[in-house]
């Protein structure tokens, strides 16, 4: 049986909403969903708003109940009858979402035993055939093949194999 890697954030999980969220909770100021979707965070912020990033993502709530992206839940479960399934995230960096993010895939995918959540750092450890991630860096020394999930920050990226949504995840490997 082939294995996938499956990135969270910004790939099963919307982070970005979570930064608009406390953003307009924090200043009072709404990013339109254009905007959210069309730009880094960080883009969208006045050069002395940029600290809040790093903030928000070392607060202890920040990744509890985000949004799933649409699509993934349904998609994940139909790959899962086909594929092994791992969700690796470079949790390492952000020690405080640990905790969150196990509860948070509890919640959202049921069917994936903690053996196949992946906590780590570089994830050229992974030995999977397919790794699904937001950021091309992931794929630089990873074994298998790197499938790019489009996010906000990566637009501009380069990348041979692309997917915008979990309907393109669908597409490719169903």
């Not at 307009?24 to 730009?39: V, Y």
């Not at 799933?68 to 994940?76: H, K």
């Not at 196990?102 to 903690?114: E, M, N, Q």
């Amino acid at each position: 049986m082939k294995r996938i890697a499956i990135d969270m954030d910004e790939v099963i999980a919307d982070a970005n909403h979570r930064f608009a969220e406390w953003y307009k909770r924090d200043h009072n100021i709404e990013f339109t969903l254009e905007e959210l979707n069309s730009k880094k965070f960080s883009e969208l912020l006045p050069h002395d708003h940029r600290y809040l990033i790093q903030e928000y993502v070392y607060h202890d709530d920040f990744f509890k109940d985000l949004e799933v992206i649409p699509g993934c839940q349904e998609v994940i479960k139909d790959l899962y009858e086909k594929y092994e399934i791992f969700i690796t995230t470079a949790a390492m960096e952000f020690p405080n979402s640990l905790l969150p993010k196990l509860d948070w895939l509890g919640k959202h995918f049921p069917y994936i035993s903690w053996n196949n959540i992946v906590f780590c750092g570089d994830k050229s450890i992974i030995n999977a055939d397919y790794l699904i991630d937001d950021n091309v860096k992931h794929f630089k020394r990873f074994i298998g093949q790197g499938i790019l999930f489009t996010a906000s920050h990566n637009h501009d990226v380069e990348w041979d194999i692309r997917v915008d949504n979990w309907a393109d995840v669908r597409k490719m490997l169903l």
